[in-house]
């Protein structure tokens, strides 16, 4: 069975910082591409940043400079730090793991991050 299990959320000020870890199980984690996704009170689900097998990174614009993807193959776990957070940064984050076996692939359970103000 597959699981990705997310942690690191939590309450933080405008500025600060949070690590988001992802642990993955049942799935040749080295092998596999890995992205983070967030979702906002009525707003769609929205991938952030990308990871590939051989470590290429990618995001979108709003978080380029701020949110670094990284992953420890040693350990099977994604990571998501994210530095100067703002409020519209609070979501809902999840972890995703790509596969051609499913259609969207697997998804952990997710994890709240809120910025205050």
């Known amino acids: 069975q597959v699981q990705l299990v997310e942690s690191g959320g939590g309450l933080v000020q405008a500025g600060g910082s949070l690590n988001l870890s992802c642990v993955a199980s049942?799935?040749?984690?080295?092998?596999?591409?890995m992205a983070w996704h967030r979702q906002a009170p009525n707003k769609q689900r929205e991938l952030i940043a990308h990871?590939?097998?051989?470590?290429?990174?990618t995001y979108i614009d709003s978080v380029k400079g701020r949110f670094i993807i990284s992953r420890d193959n040693a350990k099977n776990t994604v990571y998501l730090q994210m530095n100067g957070l703002k409020p519209e940064d609070t979501a809902v984050y999840y972890c995703?793991?790509?596969?051609?076996?499913?259609?969207?692939?697997?998804w952990g359970q997710g994890t709240q991050v809120t910025v205050s103000s």
């Open positions: 995703n793991a790509p596969s051609t076996a499913t259609r969207f692939g697997f």
């Open positions: 049942g799935i040749i984690f080295a092998r596999n591409a």
């Open positions: 990871i590939t097998s051989a470590d290429k990174t």
